[in-house]
């Protein structure tokens, strides 16, 4: 167990290294310059010998390699730099804002997995009725339908039959659960809708297996009622793989909201990178791309541990590997 945790971890610790370096020079590649983005110089108010100093004071004037060694350096620190733009700790503003994100996964996880599972075992027990084919048919236009597209669909119908608008405060959840679960809960459905479609299925598939095992037929001809044998038996024999890809969709929600937060003006870190990038906010930008991707690493990781506990053969096959 402990060489399969080690090599999980180097796996991880290569991820995010390669993932900083990518971001490190994206943010440097892509047009702009954050020197004439915070002193405005397009305006042409502000000489070059004004902005080279900005760019002194912001460390950017230095060769790259440099400049990737130092903000590698501050990280391993736990320093993810100032924001350019806010002018606040990056760390602090992805405190404030995390929790928003958070709610969300956490709404849109709740509606995927408690109409998700429910419909996929209902879709594997009726297999080849209407009810399978209409389930099919539904779960198949949410794994199509991207989520900021259904987001707007969702604002289009809130905003002409209810004459919604989006709200000038995002009320904390500490502050107000209910109030605060009431604005975030279009953006998780627009979000959950595929999670809820990929779960479905997943878990249709799953159980059309597990229900042609031997010993679900032992559990039939014993007389148990085919309620049982389906949620008795054969769910919970097949529950492994259906958590170990909720525990997947979890991870990788953090890393796809960037587009639903902006649609819905949700002040969570999706809108923090949209914004970073637009401003060339690099300390900013960086780090949260670089959080992103360790909550991704950290969820994949803690999946793996978890199906390797639970599964034997799994961590003797990595660890042969």
Known sequence: MARYLLQRLATGFVTLFGVALIVFLIMRVIPGDAAVMMTGAGSGV????????VRQRLGIDRPLVVQFADWVGDIAALDFGTSLRTGSPVIEDIARRFPYTLQIIVLAMIIAVGVGVPAGVLSAWFAGTWVDRTLQTVTMIGLAAPSFWV???IILGL?????WSAPLFWEPFWVSPIKSMSQLIWPAVAVGLR???LIARMTRSIM?????EDYIRTAR????SERRVVFRHALWNGALPITTLIGFEIAALFGGLIVTETVFSVPGLGQYVVASILDRDYPAAQGIVLVLAGIVVLGNLTVDLLYGLLDPRTRLQGARA
């Open 46 to 53: 502000v000489t070059e010998a004004e902005l080279q100093q």
């Open 151 to 153: 987001g707007l669909l």
């Open 159 to 163: 905003v002409y039959f209810f004459q």
């Open 195 to 197: 999670q809820l479609a």
């Open 208 to 212: 059309r297996e597990v229900l042609g």
């Open 221 to 224: 001809a014993k007389g148990l």
